[in-house]
């Protein structure tokens, strides 16, 4: 299903608020002056509120299905509607704005 590229500016949340961000967006290409995030970049999570003793907050994410026909440097780019997971909870990332011009599939 076709949906838009990510990259470094997208706003990415995870389920519990807190915000994620890239730690290795690909730098060879860049939307709208900003690195394309691929499905090789994990992702950091700061800020989540999620206080249950057991497992914790979020603390870091990872796109795990991505594009399947649009590739930069060998990896699949992340989509708008791609699927993740954050680590220790098991909870999804849900992308909440990314550019507007450029889809992949």
């Not at 780019?77 to 909440?96: E, F």
Request: positive net charge; contains cysteine.
């Amino acid at each position: 299903m076709p949906g838009f590229v990510l990259h470094l500016g997208a706003t990415v949340l995870c389920a519990h608020g807190g915000q994620a961000t890239p730690m290795a967006p690909n730098p060879r290409v860049t939307l709208g002056g900003q690195a394309v995030v691929t499905l090789t970049s994990p992702y950091v999570v700061a800020g989540c509120p999620f206080i249950s003793p057991a497992p914790g907050p979020c603390v870091t994410g990872q796109f795990i299905v991505a594009a399947t026909r649009v590739m930069v440097g060998g990896a699949p780019v992340v989509l708008q509607d791609s699927v993740s997971t954050c680590v220790p909870t098991g909870t999804p990332m849900t992308v909440v704005l990314t550019q507007l011009r450029v889809q992949g599939q």
